[in-house]
């Protein structure tokens, strides 16, 4: 199994890649090759004297920033680590392609480089969701701002692929983010996916209000990408917030912390279970390869957990089960 991990891009590149690389090999029991794709002189500072094995390094002369615009990447930076890990997946490689970079631009490239898997009208991004009940995918969260019904069914259906195959979720039911819950709720868009997520899925539930995402019933969250990338970058923000007040309050007043004392076991294991770097990063989900974007501010924490959800998703077959998944249920709507 070969992995290609993008080492220019995000905030902490390119130290929180190669450590997070390195972090996996002694971690996980299975044989890994890891693939540092960037410039080779930084990549070679960062280990030190020595290659560890199961690492090789892919040198690129080129890096994408944030001001790049990402479906002009390919073409005006076609040496950049970015696409040249896609490239790899492509080339057969690599097996999966990481990247803590530039979004748009890992997604124009990989629909460019890798296709999309047969029926899929248009990729998108999922977001794992942990839960006291379990875990819940919410899909699109930014790919698709302007999606159409057909495009909602498809999410539905390889994210509930991907709830399965990756995190191990057998009963899953899929529900539509609305403002209501009522059927008559929404644009008229949304009025529309409702009515064709109600005839085409038998496990279909109806529309979740926002301030039910975390104990709804449904366990694959599905919207267009405004909304999906307005939601997760508010949870984000509020978990941050939420965090810093009760360590503001606890500074305040002697008896709050010695009550924190007694309770910091548990605020440590709430912190670490909605904490993105224990989940790794997202994957492109209807790209015929697998490629995985993670949050631009990732740690090596979050880049291991990245390689290992890339690890995961090439032994369960999750890309030849998503395209199985829609030709089954998608082959005539497409």
């Keep these: 199994m070969k992995i290609a991990l993008d080492a220019m891009g995000g905030d902490l590149a390119p130290q929180a890649a190669i450590q997070g690389a ?5 971690k996980t029991k299975d044989k890994i090759h890891i693939i540092i794709v960037g410039d080779e002189n930084q990549i070679k500072s960062e280990l030190g004297d020595s290659i560890p094995d199961h690492i090789s390094i892919h040198h690129t002369t080129q890096i994408v920033t944030m001001n790049d615009t990402g479906s002009k990447v390919l073409k005006r930076k076609p040496d950049s680590s970015i696409v040249q890990g896609i490239k790899l997946v492509k080339d057969q490689k690599a097996d999966a392609f990481i990247s803590a970079g530039h979004t748009g631009a890992v997604m124009a490239t990989s629909l460019f480089l890798l296709g999309r898997i047969p029926h899929v009208k248009r990729p998108a991004l999922g ?3 942990p839960t006291i009940s379990g875990g819940k995918i919410l899909c699109d969260v930014g790919a698709n701002p302007d999606a159409k019904p057909i495009h909602l069914l498809q999410f539905a259906i390889m994210a509930s692929m991907y709830l399965d195959h990756v995190e191990g979720i057998k009963d899953i039911k899929i529900g539509l983010i609305n ?3 009522e059927p008559t709720k929404g644009s008229k868009m949304y009025l529309e996916t409702f009515d064709l997520l109600e005839k085409e ?3 279909f539930i109806g529309n979740v209000e926002s301030r039910n995402l975390f104990d709804c019933e449904a366990n694959v969250l599905v919207c267009d990408g405004f909304v999906g990338n307005t939601l997760i970058k508010f949870a984000e923000g509020w978990i941050s917030t939420f965090s810093n007040m009760i360590k503001h309050k606890i500074k305040d007043r002697m008896r709050f912390k010695m009550g924190a004392w007694m309770i910091k076991p548990a605020l440590i294991d709430i912190q670490n279970q909605y904490d993105y770097e224990e989940h ?6 209807g790209v015929n390869g697998i490629s995985i974007v993670t949050h631009g501010s990732s ?3 979050a880049m291991m957990n990245s390689i290992l959800l890339a690890q995961k998703s090439i032994n369960r077959n999750l890309i030849q089960d998503i395209s199985i998944g829609i030709d089954e249920h998608l082959g005539a709507l497409s």
């Design 127 to 129: 977001a794992y969701l």
């Design 280 to 285: 790794g990063g997202s994957p492109l989900l």
């Design 299 to 301: 740690t090596s924490k």
């Design 22 to 26: 390195i972090n996996t090999l002694k």
């Design 201 to 203: 899925l038998p496990n």
């Design 179 to 181: 403002i209501g819950a």
